[in-house]
């Protein structure tokens, strides 16, 4: 769907609620998408929408999916606390998400792709204990003050702790840069991963001290 509707004027030129997969791009997305029936979505794409709820603190807008296993939100927006929740979710990809209180509990996850700004990488909870595949790509910031540096530094250690249990790990060009510049930072933490196989970073170098973060427990 490539129109300006909200998510109740959609449901309305869509004959058969009992959709598979479903790409939604532009529409205004509220709290009648909860109850919208299609719950029977395996797969779901939302592109440019603007989510809206009542419920401002407690938007969880795919906990009736149940069926739902891969979900892509590319540059959607919303003002709030939204939660990501899905039992069966195996996939998911955020990118360009502007949403700085968000919750994702996804039990059986086992890939998450992150195509964020540094400070959207920041989760009030992030649960996602069978995690396998990780794909992390900071986008640069639109600025990034000497100040905030101690925040980046616990965003990212945060978000890794809650990333323990991944077995691949990918992180794009300025996500090395940024760990690169906090390289004596890095060498006096103790890394969380203990089951990483492979770890693939996208730059020309990168130090020791990063390496052996992500590396240290697995060699151990």
Avoid at 170 to 182: E, F, P, Q, R, W
Wanted: with cysteine; aromatic share 10%.
């Amino acid at each position: 769907m490539d129109e300006n509707y909200t998510f109740s004027e959609l449901c309305g030129t869509i004959p058969d609620c009992n959709l598979k997969m479903m790409k939604i791009r532009a529409v205004w997305i509220d709290d009648s998408f909860v109850a919208s029936g299609f719950g029977m979505l395996t797969t779901l794409h939302l592109e440019d929408c603007m989510l809206h709820s009542a419920l401002l603190e407690d938007f969880d807008p795919f906990s009736k999916f149940s069926c739902l296993n891969k979900l892509v939100m590319a540059h959607c927006m919303y003002h709030g606390r939204i939660k990501i929740s899905g039992s069966q979710l195996l996939s998911l990809e955020l990118d360009g998400m502007a949403c700085s209180d968000m919750e994702i509990s996804a039990p059986r996850l086992k890939s998450l792709s992150l195509l964020q700004e540094l400070e959207y990488l920041q989760f009030t909870k992030l649960s996602v204990p069978s995690i396998d595949h990780v794909d992390i790509r900071a986008t640069d910031m639109n600025f990034f003050l000497e100040e905030d540096e101690e925040c980046v530094r616990k965003s990212l250690i945060s978000l890794f702790q809650n990333l323990k249990n991944a077995v691949f790990l990918s992180l794009g060009h300025y996500t090395v840069k940024v760990l690169s510049d906090m390289s004596e930072f890095l060498e006096q933490q103790p890394s969380p991963f203990t089951r990483l196989n492979s770890v693939i970073m996208v730059t020309d170098s990168v130090p020791y001290t990063v390496i052996n973060y992500f590396l240290k427990e697995t060699a151990a």
